[in-house]
Nanobody, 117 residues
Framework: QVQLVESGGGLVQAGGSLRLSCSAS????????MSWYRQAPGKQRELVAF??????NSVDSKKGRFTISRDNAKNEVYLQMNSLQPEDTAVYYC????????????WGQGTQVTVSI
């Protein structure tokens, strides 16, 4: 059974930082595209950042204030979020996918991030 479990969410003041973690079991993440998505209340789920599969080493992909990285040995992926703003408030989801038609796709349950003024 495949499981993705996110952790690290919480309440933080604007300008603060959080580091989300996603721990995978039932799959080896090294061949998967690992992604972080978020969904704010009343809005569609949106892609935050991703790292491609097929990498043997940790890869950091920086997108603005957010940095995604993976540790294939630990079967984990992370999202470092800096300079958080209230508009970053959302449920953050981890995803593992094979980006081809009909490819496998797995999702975690999500972790809540709330940024206060």
């Amino acid at each position: 059974q495949v499981q993705l479990v996110e952790s690290g969410g919480g309440l933080v003041q604007a300008g603060g930082s959080l580091r989300l973690s996603c721990s995978a079991s039932g799959i080896q993440i090294d061949i998967y595209r690992m992604s972080w998505y978020r969904q704010a209340p009343g809005k569609q789920r949106e892609l935050v950042a991703f790292v491609p599969g097929g990498r043997t080493n940790s890869v950091d992909s920086k997108k603005g204030r957010f940095t995604i990285s993976r540790d294939n040995a630990k079967n984990e992926v992370y999202l470092q979020m800096n300079s958080l703003q209230p508009e970053d408030t959302a449920v953050y989801y981890c995803s593992a996918s094979v980006p081809i038609v009909g490819g496998a796709e797995y999702w975690g349950q999500g972790t809540q991030v709330t940024v206060s003024i």
